[in-house]
T-cell receptor, first 113, second 110 residues
Framework: KAGVTQTPRYLIKTRGQQVTLSCSPI?????VSWYQQTPGQGLQFLFE???????NKGNFPGRFSGRQFSNSRSEMNVSTLELGDSALYLC????????????FGQGTRLTVV | GESVGLHLPTLSVQEGDNSIINCAYS??????FIWYKQESGKGPQFIID?????DKRQGQRVTVLLNKTVKHLSLQIAATQPGDSAVYFC?????????FGAGTTVTVRA
């Protein structure tokens, strides 16, 4: 079956712009989580959604937001981009939550210039 | 909260030898633990998981050991192969999220 699909794979944005990243989970998976990966901070939790409800949010500023649609697809948005937002953004899907086997997509590499 | 630490940032191992990667966690209430492998340019790949009602679980060439008394987790890879070269992360589940360790880079020498 198809894996977790993240689009786009690469993105270059300018400081101050906003960006929307998309994640399509594995069919039948209702939980989608987002993580930011940087060399300095490692993998940091952004948010988790289950059946369109956000169940937890990480320690990121309000410029980071997300949502999940009725078909379980999820988007995350970052407004007023800063250089420090450059990172690999990873999405993971699972049937019920990250305490069940979760599968990651290949990520979106965001570069802010 | 949860903090997850790895004992060694890098590990160099001879092909065919066994590898052991260690991880420590802080929250004694944590009940689900996972090891991921990440190759360059890819997202983390699930290797094996273990719940707190177990202290050992085996997969194909991998074994995870959990010591709840000292809050320690380890991943053992048997007969390490060149394809095992990657970054390995332990992760601990709490409050609908995973907290990840910093990662151990495993390099397999031919």
């Amino acid at each position: 079956k198809a894996g977790v699909t993240q689009t786009p794979r690469y993105l270059i944005k300018t400081r101050g712009q906003q960006v929307t990243l998309s994640c399509s989970p594995i069919s039948g998976h209702r939980s989608v989580s987002w993580y930011q990966q940087t060399p300095g901070q490692g993998l940091q939790f952004l948010f988790e959604y289950f059946s369109e409800t956000q169940r937890n949010k990480g320690n990121f500023p309000g410029r980071f937001s997300g949502r999940q649609f009725s078909n379980s697809r999820s988007e995350m948005n970052v407004s007023t981009l800063e250089l420090g937002d450059s990172a690999l953004y990873l999405c993971a899907s699972s049937i019920r939550g990250m305490n069940t086997e979760a599968f990651f997509g290949q990520g979106t590499r965001l570069t802010v210039v | 909260g949860e903090s997850v630490g790895l004992h060694l940032p890098t590990l160099s191992v001879q092909e065919g030898d066994n590898s052991i990667i260690n991880c420590a966690y802080s929250n004694s209430a944590s009940d689900y633990f996972i090891w991921y492998k990440q190759e360059s340019g890819k997202g983390p790949q699930f290797i094996i998981d273990i719940r707190s009602n177990m202290d050992k679980r085996q997969g194909q060439r991998v074994t995870v050991l959990l010591n709840k008394t000292v809050k320690h987790l380890s991943l053992q890879i048997a007969a390490t192969q060149p394809g095992d070269s990657a970054v390995y992360f332990c992760a601990v589940f709490n409050d609908y999220k995973l907290s990840f360790g910093a990662g151990t880079t495993v390099t397999v020498r031919a």
